[in-house]
C-alpha cells in the first residue's frame, strides 16, 4: 500500500512546508490496490508530520476527494442526458457525484417530465392528469439521499410530487445543467466509435441547430412517448360516431357529464380514469379482457400497502416457497377485502395476473356508477357489442387506456429498434450490440415496487461504468445470449422477461452489487443489530443503498431508523392527551412472530448440514 511505499522512502521536509504538511504523492510503484485508485484517476493525499530535526515523524493517507482526471485515466467526461424528468434528473446527479460533465437536454420549459401538468398534450408529451395520486409511498418511492419533508403526505398529489422533484434539483443545484426547450435531433456514433466510444448529438433550440460530442449518452425520455391505439383489432370503430381518444389526452373529468363513457382497458390508468368520471358521467362501462387484483394504498392497520409488503424477509420467503402455495397465499389474502369474482374482476383462465392500486374502485362497482364489462367484440355507428354477446346503447365516448409504446426517432438503425427491444437490453439498461459502453437507456422498467428507486440505481451503475469503475460482458457475449433467448422466446421455450414487471427487490439487489452497495445482511447484524433489523424486516426503502460502497450517504442509517416517523407525522394533525400509547412488546409479537418463525424455519429446513444431521441423530437414540 501507498503508506509502506511511503514509510520505506526517504523523506525531507521542504524548507517552506509547514509542520504536519500536505503532499500529493503519485506513486511511482503501484500493489493492486493502489494500481486501482490510479486506474481511477484518484491521486493520494499524503499527510506527513516531521520532528523537529526534520526527520519523518509520522504519516497518514486517504484517497483524494480531489479527483485530478487526465485525460489518459479517463473514459467519459462529457455526457448527455436526454430528458429531465424524474430519471434525467437522478441522471444528472449521478454524473455530478462521479465528476462527470452532465448536459442536458429538455425539450418543455421545465423539468418533471410527465409529472409537470399542463391543460392540454398539444405538444406530444405525456403529463398526468389533473387527480393523479401516487401509488408508491413516500417513503418508497424518493431518491436514496433525498427523503420527503416529514410533513408531505403519504401518497400525494401531482402537484406535492412535482415540488419534491424541484426541490431535489435545487437542493443539488441541477437546473444549471439543463438546457430547456432543446430537442434532440439525432444522436449518431462518431468515425472513430470503436475506439472512443463517443457520440454526435445534434440539437434544436427554438430554431436554431447545434452539434456536439459526447463521451457518453443517458437516454431518459421514458416509456409513455407514443400512445398506443390499436384501433385495428376493434371491428367497427371507424364507423362510431362517439368521441374516440387516448387516455394521453385525458386531464380532467370537466365536458363528460352526463355522457356514457366506455373506458378500454384496466390498468392503474383505467381505473383512475373509469372512478373519477363516474361522478359526472350518466355511466361509466369499464372494458377488461384479463380482469385485475385490486389492491388498496393502505394494507393493515392503515399503514402504506408498499411498506408492509415490500420486505427483504417476504422477498426470502418467495423465493424459497413453491409457487403454488404462493399464489395460493397471495390470491386468499387479495379476496380478504372484496371477492374479486363477485365484482367481474377476477383473473381470466389462462390470463396473465396483474394488479392495480385503487382505493375505489370497488366501491363504484358496488354502487353501480363503474360497471365491468368483457373485451369489445365490435362498434356500431352509436353501441359496443361485447365479448359475452351482450350490448351497450349510446355509448358517447370511447376511452382507451391501452399503453404507449417505445420510440426512439433521434437513433439510426438498427440501434433504434434495438432499444425497443427489452431483451436486447442487458440489465435493462445497456444495448447489447455495441462494442463500447457509452449508451445507457434509464427508465425504461417496468418494477413491482418504485421506478424513481430503480432509476437512480441504474443511473449510479451507469456512471460509473463509464468513469471504468465497473464493468459489463463484451458486447459479442451479450448479443449471442440475447439472441439465444429471442430464439427460444418465439419457439414458446421460455416466457419473455420484458413482458413481466421485474421483482423490485431483486432486480435493485442485481444492481447494486454490480456497483458494491448491496446491503451486507449478515454483517450488518454483527455490527448493527438494530440497524439489521430494519434492514431484513422491515420495508426496503431506497436509503438501503447507501449505507455502504460508492455513495455512501452519512445519513442513510437514520433515514432507515426514522422511517416510520415521517410516515406517521402527516397522519397527526389531531392529538388527544392521553391517547397515544407506546406500541406494546405483545404487538410487536403478533406483526413480527409470524414472519421471524417462518423465515427461520425456512432457513433451517433449506440447511443441508441440519438435513443431514436430524436423521443420524435419530438412528443414534433409537439404537440399543
Given at each position: 500500500?501507498a503508506?509502506k511505499i511511503l514509510k520505506q522512502a526517504?523523506?525531507?521536509?521542504p524548507?517552506?512546508?509547514?509542520?504536519?504538511?500536505?503532499?500529493l504523492?503519485n506513486?511511482?510503484?503501484?500493489?493492486?490496490?493502489?494500481a486501482?485508485r490510479?486506474?481511477?484517476g484518484?491521486?493520494?493525499?499524503v499527510?506527513?508530520e516531521?520532528c523537529?530535526?526534520g526527520?519523518?515523524l509520522?504519516?497518514?493517507y486517504?484517497e483524494?476527494?480531489?479527483n485530478?482526471?487526465?485525460?489518459e485515466h479517463?473514459m467519459?467526461?462529457r455526457?448527455a442526458v436526454i430528458g429531465?424528468?424524474v430519471?434525467?434528473l437522478?441522471?444528472?446527479?449521478c454524473c455530478l457525484d462521479?465528476h462527470?460533465?452532465?448536459?442536458?437536454f429538455?425539450?418543455?420549459?421545465?423539468?418533471?417530465?410527465l409529472w409537470?401538468?399542463?391543460e392540454t398534450?398539444?405538444?406530444?408529451m405525456?403529463?398526468?392528469?389533473k387527480?393523479l395520486?401516487?401509488?408508491?409511498c413516500?417513503e418508497m418511492s424518493c431518491y436514496?439521499d433525498?427523503?420527503?419533508q416529514?410533513d408531505?403526505p403519504?401518497?400525494?398529489?401531482?402537484?406535492?410530487?412535482?415540488?419534491?422533484?424541484k426541490?431535489?434539483?435545487?437542493h443539488?443545484d441541477?437546473?444549471?445543467?439543463?438546457?430547456?426547450?432543446?430537442?434532440?435531433?439525432?444522436?449518431t456514433?462518431?468515425?472513430?466509435?470503436?475506439?472512443?466510444?463517443?457520440w454526435d448529438?445534434v440539437?434544436?433550440t427554438?430554431?436554431?441547430?447545434?452539434?456536439a460530442v459526447?463521451?457518453a449518452?443517458m437516454?431518459?425520455t421514458?416509456?409513455?412517448?407514443?400512445p398506443?391505439?390499436?384501433?385495428?383489432?376493434?371491428p367497427?370503430i371507424?364507423?362510431f360516431?362517439?368521441q374516440i381518444?387516448?387516455?394521453q389526452?385525458?386531464?380532467?373529468?370537466?365536458?363528460?357529464q352526463g355522457k356514457?363513457?366506455?373506458?378500454?382497458?384496466?390498468g392503474?390508468?383505467g381505473?383512475?380514469v373509469a372512478?373519477e368520471?363516474?361522478?359526472?358521467a350518466?355511466q361509466?362501462?369499464?372494458?377488461?379482457?384479463?380482469?385485475t387484483w385490486?389492491?388498496?394504498?393502505?394494507?393493515?392497520?392503515?399503514y402504506p400497502f408498499?411498506?408492509?409488503v415490500?420486505r427483504r424477509h417476504?422477498n426470502?420467503?418467495?423465493q424459497?416457497l413453491?409457487?403454488c402455495?404462493l399464489k395460493?397465499?397471495q390470491?386468499?389474502?387479495?379476496?380478504?377485502?372484496?371477492?374479486h369474482?363477485?365484482?367481474?374482476?377476477?383473473?381470466a383462465?389462462g390470463?396473465?395476473?396483474k394488479?392495480?392500486?385503487n382505493?375505489e374502485?370497488?366501491?363504484?362497482?358496488?354502487?353501480?356508477?363503474?360497471?365491468?364489462?368483457?373485451?369489445?367484440k365490435?362498434f356500431?355507428?352509436t353501441s359496443?357489442v361485447?365479448?359475452d354477446?351482450?350490448v351497450?346503447?349510446?355509448?358517447?365516448?370511447?376511452?382507451?387506456?391501452?399503453?404507449y409504446?417505445?420510440?426512439?426517432?433521434f437513433f439510426?438503425e438498427p440501434?433504434k429498434?434495438?432499444?425497443?427491444?427489452?431483451i436486447?437490453?442487458?440489465?435493462?439498461v445497456?444495448?447489447?450490440?455495441l462494442e463500447?459502453t457509452?449508451l445507457?437507456?434509464?427508465?425504461?422498467i417496468?418494477?413491482?415496487g418504485?421506478i424513481?428507486?430503480?432509476t437512480?440505481?441504474q443511473?449510479?451503475w451507469?456512471?460509473r461504468?463509464?468513469?471504468?469503475?465497473?464493468?459489463?460482458p463484451?458486447s459479442q457475449?451479450?448479443m449471442?445470449?440475447?439472441?439465444k433467448?429471442e430464439?427460444?422466446?418465439?419457439r414458446?421455450?421460455?416466457?419473455?422477461?420484458?413482458?413481466?414487471?421485474?421483482?423490485?427487490?431483486?432486480?435493485?439487489?442485481?444492481l447494486a452489487?454490480f456497483?458494491?452497495v448491496?446491503?451486507?445482511i449478515?454483517?450488518?447484524?454483527?455490527?448493527?443489530p438494530?440497524?439489521?433489523?430494519?434492514v431484513?424486516?422491515g420495508?426496503?426503502?431506497p436509503?438501503?443503498?447507501?449505507l455502504m460502497?460508492p455513495?455512501?450517504?452519512?445519513?442513510?442509517?437514520?433515514?432507515?431508523?426514522?422511517?416510520?416517523?415521517?410516515?406517521?407525522?402527516?397522519?397527526?394533525?389531531?392529538?388527544?392527551p392521553?391517547?397515544?400509547?407506546?406500541?406494546?412488546?405483545?404487538?410487536?409479537l403478533?406483526a413480527?412472530g409470524a414472519p421471524?418463525?417462518l423465515?427461520?424455519?425456512?432457513?433451517?429446513?433449506?440447511s443441508s448440514?441440519?438435513l443431514?444431521?436430524?436423521?443420524?441423530?435419530l438412528q443414534?437414540?433409537?439404537s440399543p
Amino acid at each position: 500500500m501507498a503508506s509502506k511505499i511511503l514509510k520505506q522512502a526517504s523523506l525531507e521536509k521542504p524548507s517552506d512546508a509547514a509542520n504536519p504538511c500536505v503532499l500529493l504523492w503519485n506513486q511511482p510503484k503501484y500493489d493492486s490496490a493502489s494500481a486501482q485508485r490510479q486506474k481511477e484517476g484518484i491521486y493520494t493525499i499524503v499527510k506527513v508530520e516531521f520532528c523537529d530535526e526534520g526527520s519523518l515523524l509520522a504519516l497518514s493517507y486517504e484517497e483524494a476527494l480531489l479527483n485530478l482526471y487526465h485525460s489518459e485515466h479517463t473514459m467519459a467526461k462529457r455526457v448527455a442526458v436526454i430528458g429531465a424528468g424524474v430519471s434525467g434528473l437522478s441522471s444528472i446527479k449521478c454524473c455530478l457525484d462521479e465528476h462527470l460533465e452532465p448536459v442536458c437536454f429538455e425539450r418543455s420549459n421545465d423539468i418533471g417530465g410527465l409529472w409537470k401538468f399542463t391543460e392540454t398534450s398539444k405538444d406530444g408529451m405525456t403529463r398526468v392528469y389533473k387527480s393523479l395520486v401516487t401509488n408508491v409511498c413516500k417513503e418508497m418511492s424518493c431518491y436514496s439521499d433525498f427523503p420527503f419533508q416529514e410533513d408531505y403526505p403519504n401518497f400525494m398529489n401531482q402537484e406535492k410530487f412535482w415540488n419534491y422533484l424541484k426541490e431535489f434539483a435545487e437542493h443539488f443545484d441541477l437546473l444549471k445543467y439543463i438546457q430547456f426547450k432543446t430537442t434532440v435531433c439525432s444522436i449518431t456514433k462518431r468515425p472513430d466509435f470503436s475506439e472512443t466510444g463517443q457520440w454526435d448529438v445534434v440539437t434544436e433550440t427554438e430554431g436554431r441547430r447545434d452539434r456536439a460530442v459526447f463521451d457518453a449518452v443517458m437516454v431518459c425520455t421514458g416509456h409513455f412517448l407514443n400512445p398506443r391505439l390499436p384501433l385495428e383489432s376493434f371491428p367497427g370503430i371507424h364507423r362510431f360516431k362517439g368521441q374516440i381518444l387516448h387516455s394521453q389526452e385525458y386531464k380532467m373529468p370537466a365536458g363528460f357529464q352526463g355522457k356514457r363513457v366506455l373506458v378500454i382497458g384496466l390498468g392503474n390508468t383505467g381505473g383512475d380514469v373509469a372512478v373519477e368520471l363516474s361522478r359526472t358521467a350518466s355511466q361509466v362501462f369499464l372494458s377488461t379482457r384479463t380482469g385485475t387484483w385490486v389492491i388498496n394504498r393502505s394494507s393493515d392497520g392503515g399503514y402504506p400497502f408498499n411498506m408492509m409488503v415490500t420486505r427483504r424477509h417476504h422477498n426470502f420467503i418467495a423465493q424459497v416457497l413453491p409457487s403454488c402455495i404462493l399464489k395460493w397465499i397471495q390470491e386468499r389474502h387479495l379476496n380478504k377485502r372484496f371477492d374479486h369474482a363477485n365484482y367481474g374482476l377476477n383473473i381470466a383462465k389462462g390470463k396473465k395476473p396483474k394488479k392495480i392500486v385503487n382505493d375505489e374502485l370497488p366501491t363504484c362497482i358496488l354502487c353501480g356508477t363503474v360497471t365491468i364489462k368483457t373485451s369489445v367484440k365490435e362498434f356500431t355507428e352509436t353501441s359496443a357489442v361485447f365479448e359475452d354477446g351482450t350490448v351497450e346503447e349510446n355509448i358517447d365516448v370511447v376511452i382507451f387506456t391501452t399503453g404507449y409504446t417505445y420510440s426512439f426517432p433521434f437513433f439510426e438503425e438498427p440501434l433504434k429498434t434495438l432499444c425497443t427491444k427489452k431483451i436486447f437490453l442487458y440489465k435493462l439498461v445497456f444495448p447489447s450490440n455495441l462494442e463500447k459502453t457509452t449508451l445507457a437507456m434509464i427508465g425504461f422498467i417496468s418494477l413491482t415496487g418504485s421506478i424513481l428507486a430503480g432509476t437512480e440505481l441504474q443511473a449510479r451503475w451507469a456512471t460509473r461504468i463509464f468513469k471504468g469503475l465497473c464493468k459489463i460482458p463484451p458486447s459479442q457475449k451479450l448479443m449471442a445470449e440475447a439472441m439465444k433467448k429471442e430464439q427460444l422466446i418465439e419457439r414458446g421455450l421460455m416466457k419473455d422477461p420484458g413482458v413481466d414487471k421485474a421483482d423490485y427487490i431483486s432486480y435493485l439487489d442485481d444492481l447494486a452489487s454490480f456497483i458494491g452497495v448491496k446491503p451486507n445482511i449478515p454483517l450488518l447484524f454483527i455490527k448493527d443489530p438494530r440497524l439489521a433489523w430494519e434492514v431484513f424486516f422491515g420495508p426496503c426503502t431506497p436509503y438501503q443503498y447507501r449505507l455502504m460502497g460508492p455513495g455512501k450517504w452519512d445519513g442513510a442509517r437514520n433515514a432507515i431508523l426514522t422511517q416510520w416517523d415521517r410516515t406517521l407525522k402527516p397522519l397527526k394533525t389531531r392529538t388527544i392527551p392521553g391517547s397515544f400509547k407506546p406500541a406494546s412488546t405483545s404487538h410487536h409479537l403478533k406483526a413480527w412472530g409470524a414472519p421471524i418463525l417462518l423465515a427461520s424455519l425456512l432457513l433451517i429446513y433449506k440447511s443441508s448440514i441440519f438435513l443431514k444431521l436430524v436423521p443420524e441423530k435419530l438412528q443414534d437414540r433409537l439404537s440399543p
